[in-house]
Structure formats: structure tokens, C-alpha cells
């Protein structure tokens, strides 16, 4: 195991979008898990979601690091001084959350074990936005680290329902989103439409929807059924980045904000053993295939 501290930036989402580099500047850390041996491996780098790292980013971890592929736990809270942001999502932009990605992605790539040509990206809920959005070639123009993108991109009950300019125009790698139909937090609806709109421009997409199922349905420490009766929802908020660097709340016409009157309150999360152990089988197969690894 490697402890690391990485720099990184603190953004408002117009300063993401128009790649603005005054935000905020932190230090955030990162747990890096290594199979034994010597020789140079895959890597996923784990974003998890609005209420930290839990015990579904440690599981996943475990499974990956089984079978031989080293792991990035990133933590996007505790640097900046965040415990959750599942009350207040204004705390941190979802953005900024992509900027860590692609530095998790610049640190791997210039580790002595990591294939760099065989590192994926993983995240949950807000850090599943991070893992998906962080495929747009736009976004990686603007942030990445130059000559190299992730090999896959694993997104997690994710977040997709704001439409950005040019956001069909993504990675040629694959891309597998992995939802509930019974979330209540983030809606698989948007989900469904926009990678109806992916395969259609021709990207390599697949969804996975798992009947009846809620969010975080992959952490079993969670409950079959629990309340969050203070949850921060956008679901009925309608929105576009109509001009590059402003997302318009449709339903008001200006800039969205999270006092807006479509903004609302609670939702459930809970876990599924079905759902999670198919999701587990799915995941280490795809990957296993991508990356011609033994079984």
C-alpha cells in the first residue's frame, strides 16, 4: 500500500467548463493497493460518491485487487474539509470531482508497476459522474494529462441528466453504466435516454439496469431499504449548458442554482446482494477481457 498527497484544483462548474484554472487550489490523498509481484499491472482508480469513502469502494478494491489489478482509492473530501455533501451538494461541484480523476490518471501513468495503457476509471453516484464525464473528449482537452486517457470507464449509478454542449462526443473506449430502476436519488430515466443518444452516435455503451433495485446498491452495509430524508435532489430540475460555461435551469431560464424552487428533499438508498454480486461478475469479466488477464 502507497500513501499519496496530489495536488489538485477546487472549481466552480462555469471555471471547469470553460477551463479555468483560478479555482481553488488543495492537496487531496489517494490509497494506492498493489498485488505482490514485480511485474507492470492494470490499474482502476475508485471515486466514490456523496457520503465519502465506504465500505463499497474498500469491497471493490478487494475484488480488483484479487485479481491482480493495483487500485487508486481517491479521497475528494477530506483535503478539502468535507465530511458528505448528500445535505449540500454546493459544498462540491461534481466537476471538480474530474479534475482528480485525470490526476489520479496522471499519477498512475507514471508509476513504475502500472501499465498506463491499462488504467480504468470506476466511481459511485457523484463520483460516477466524475468517472463518465471524464470520457468527453472536450472535458479531456481541457484537464487531462496530455497523451493518455483511461482504457475503461465504469460509471455507477451516475448522474447524466444535464445535457452539455458536445457531450456525444466521447472516448472511443468503452463505457458500461451500471443502475437500479427503483433509484429514488439519481433516476435511471435520464440515464436510459442519454446512452440511447451514445449509441446512436456510436460509442461503445452498454447499461445495466437491475429491476426493483435502489441506489448504492453495492455497499453491504447499507440496509435493503433506508431513508435519507435530507438528501439534496436535482431530479426535477431541468438542465442544459446552453452557452459554453452556464447551465441554464430550463424551468426558470437562468443559471441553476441550488435554491431553486425544483431543487427538493429525500430519497433511499439500499443494498441489493443479487444486484451487487451480478455487478462484481460483470465488472471483473469485462475487464478481464479488455485486459486479456487470467481468470
Given at each position: 500500500m502507497e500513501i499519496y498527497s496530489m495536488e489538485?484544483?477546487?472549481?466552480t462548474d462555469k471555471q471547469f467548463l470553460l477551463g479555468e484554472r483560478d479555482g481553488k487550489p488543495v492537496r487531496i490523498g489517494a490509497e494506492l493497493r498493489l498485488p505482490p509481484g514485480a511485474?507492470?499491472?492494470p490499474a482502476v482508480v475508485l471515486i466514490?460518491?456523496?457520503g465519502g469513502v465506504g465500505?463499497?469502494?474498500?469491497g471493490w478494491a478487494q475484488e480488483l485487487k484479487a485479481m491482480g489489478v493495483a487500485v487508486l482509492i481517491l479521497d475528494a473530501f477530506t483535503g478539502r474539509g468535507i465530511k458528505q455533501t448528500i445535505t449540500d451538494q454546493s459544498q462540491l461541484p461534481n466537476f471538480s470531482m474530474?479534475?482528480?480523476?485525470?490526476?489520479?490518471?496522471?499519477?498512475?501513468?507514471?508509476?513504475?508497476?502500472?501499465?498506463p495503457r491499462r488504467i480504468a476509471v470506476m466511481g459511485f453516484s457523484k463520483g460516477g459522474f466524475a468517472a463518465l464525464y471524464s470520457s468527453m473528449r472536450r472535458f479531456q482537452r481541457l484537464w487531462g494529462p496530455p497523451g493518455i486517457e483511461f482504457a475503461a470507464y465504469i460509471p455507477f449509478y451516475a448522474r447524466c441528466d444535464i445535457?452539455?454542449?458536445d457531450d456525444e462526443n466521447l472516448s472511443d473506449h468503452p463505457i458500461r453504466f451500471f443502475h437500479g430502476?427503483?433509484?429514488?436519488?439519481?433516476?435511471?430515466?435520464?440515464?436510459?435516454?442519454?446512452?440511447?443518444?451514445?449509441?446512436?452516435?456510436?460509442?461503445?455503451?452498454?447499461?445495466?439496469?437491475?429491476e426493483g433495485v435502489r441506489h448504492c446498491f453495492d455497499n453491504?452495509?447499507?440496509p435493503p431499504v433506508f431513508s435519507l430524508p435530507d438528501a439534496i435532489l436535482s431530479n426535477n430540475c431541468r438542465r442544459e449548458e446552453k452557452q459554453s460555461g452556464n447551465i441554464i435551469n430550463l424551468g426558470t431560464g437562468k443559471t441553476f442554482s441550488w435554491n431553486d424552487p425544483c431543487v427538493t428533499r429525500g430519497a433511499t438508498i439500499g443494498y441489493d446482494r443479487r444486484a451487487h454480486e451480478d455487478a462484481t461478475s460483470i465488472v471483473k469479466e469485462f475487464l478481464r477481457r479488455q485486459w486479456r488477464l487470467q481468470p
Amino acid at each position: 500500500m502507497e500513501i499519496y498527497s496530489m495536488e489538485t484544483l477546487t472549481l466552480t462548474d462555469k471555471q471547469f467548463l470553460l477551463g479555468e484554472r483560478d479555482g481553488k487550489p488543495v492537496r487531496i490523498g489517494a490509497e494506492l493497493r498493489l498485488p505482490p509481484g514485480a511485474a507492470r499491472i492494470p490499474a482502476v482508480v475508485l471515486i466514490h460518491g456523496s457520503g465519502g469513502v465506504g465500505a463499497n469502494v474498500d469491497g471493490w478494491a478487494q475484488e480488483l485487487k484479487a485479481m491482480g489489478v493495483a487500485v487508486l482509492i481517491l479521497d475528494a473530501f477530506t483535503g478539502r474539509g468535507i465530511k458528505q455533501t448528500i445535505t449540500d451538494q454546493s459544498q462540491l461541484p461534481n466537476f471538480s470531482m474530474v479534475v482528480d480523476a485525470y490526476r489520479g490518471l496522471d499519477l498512475l501513468s507514471q508509476h513504475p508497476r502500472i501499465d498506463p495503457r491499462r488504467i480504468a476509471v470506476m466511481g459511485f453516484s457523484k463520483g460516477g459522474f466524475a468517472a463518465l464525464y471524464s470520457s468527453m473528449r472536450r472535458f479531456q482537452r481541457l484537464w487531462g494529462p496530455p497523451g493518455i486517457e483511461f482504457a475503461a470507464y465504469i460509471p455507477f449509478y451516475a448522474r447524466c441528466d444535464i445535457r452539455f454542449l458536445d457531450d456525444e462526443n466521447l472516448s472511443d473506449h468503452p463505457i458500461r453504466f451500471f443502475h437500479g430502476s427503483a433509484d429514488d436519488y439519481v433516476p435511471v430515466g435520464p440515464t436510459r435516454r442519454y446512452v440511447d443518444r451514445l449509441k446512436r452516435a456510436g460509442k461503445d455503451v452498454q447499461l445495466t439496469v437491475y429491476e426493483g433495485v435502489r441506489h448504492c446498491f453495492d455497499n453491504p452495509l447499507n440496509p435493503p431499504v433506508f431513508s435519507l430524508p435530507d438528501a439534496i435532489l436535482s431530479n426535477n430540475c431541468r438542465r442544459e449548458e446552453k452557452q459554453s460555461g452556464n447551465i441554464i435551469n430550463l424551468g426558470t431560464g437562468k443559471t441553476f442554482s441550488w435554491n431553486d424552487p425544483c431543487v427538493t428533499r429525500g430519497a433511499t438508498i439500499g443494498y441489493d446482494r443479487r444486484a451487487h454480486e451480478d455487478a462484481t461478475s460483470i465488472v471483473k469479466e469485462f475487464l478481464r477481457r479488455q485486459w486479456r488477464l487470467q481468470p
